[in-house]
Each structure stands twice: as structure tokens, then as C-alpha cells.
């Protein structure tokens, strides 16, 4: 599963990977997975004039890219995602805050997937069961 910074960085700014986090994300035979959290993180930074406005014609555009042309598998955020994030003890000590970050987090935890993101915030989740693989940039 790949953060949002990570889709943004895939998309627009290649230069921003690691090299191993490269090797991921050009490994065909590895599939990816984004939550519709980041999804609508995306559509937000669009409309604010903050990603891809030179790239899409507008957001919806930019939405069918994410499965028709980058091959994206978009993950619902469901009841069990819910039920992980209510439980999900916050990283409050490195002020960790942003509940967008959060779903996601839960939601690969709840999926059992590997989370890609250059958010050091994140390593905090792992004894919660976050497979988290740093983009150290």
C-alpha cells in the first residue's frame, strides 16, 4: 500500500523515491494498493492548485489516471478499517495528528499489507502491526 506522499512522488517527482522504494514501484511483478483516503487527499491537493494541475484537466481526471494508467488498486475504507482505527493508539509524542495518516495506517494494518511512505511518524505503528517501509529520500 502506498502513502499519498508516495503516489504524489510516483506521479510528479520520481527524483523524491529512494532507490529501493523505486525497485518496488517498478517491480511489475508487485501489485499496488492506495486507500480511498488517499484518494481523497488527492482530489483535495488538486482543487487547492497544489499537484497536477499541469498534468489532468480536472480531479476526475486525475482520479480514472490512478487505475488507468498507473494500474492502482483503489481499497475501500470499510467498517473493519474503522474498527482498527478506533483502536489505533495515536503517536502523540512526535505530535502525530493527522487522522487522514491514521486511516491509512489502519488501514494497512487491518489489511496485512506493507505501508511505502516518507512520514518517520509512521515507524511508531509498527508494534500495532504496521509493516512500514521508509522512503528515506
Known amino acids: 500500500m502506498l502513502d499519498t506522499n508516495i503516489l504524489v512522488y510516483f ?3 520520481r527524483d523524491s523515491l529512494s532507490r529501493d522504494v523505486q525497485a518496488i514501484l517498478t ?7 492506495i486507500s480511498a483516503e488517499s484518494v481523497k487527499e488527492l482530489i483535495v491537493l488538486f482543487r487547492r492548485k497544489k ?7 480536472d480531479a476526475s481526471e486525475m482520479v480514472r489516471s490512478l487505475t488507468n494508467d498507473y494500474f ?14 478506533a483502536a489505533l ?31 518517520l511518524k509512521f515507524g511508531f505503528y509498527r508494534n500495532q502491526g504496521l509493516d512500514f517501509i521508509f522512503n528515506a529520500k
Open 11 to 13: 506521479m510528479m517527482d
Open 27 to 33: 517491480d511489475y511483478d508487485n501489485s499496488f494498493y
Open 51 to 57: 499537484i497536477g494541475s499541469k498534468i489532468w484537466k
Open 72 to 85: 492502482f488498486t483503489v481499497m475501500p475504507v470499510d467498517n473493519e478499517v474503522m474498527k482498527t482505527y
Open 89 to 119: 493508539t495515536l503517536n502523540e509524542a512526535e505530535d502525530h495528528n493527522d487522522p487522514s495518516d491514521h486511516v491509512i495506517i489502519s488501514q494497512a494494518i487491518t489489511l496485512r499489507m506493507p505501508l511505502i511512505s516518507s512520514d
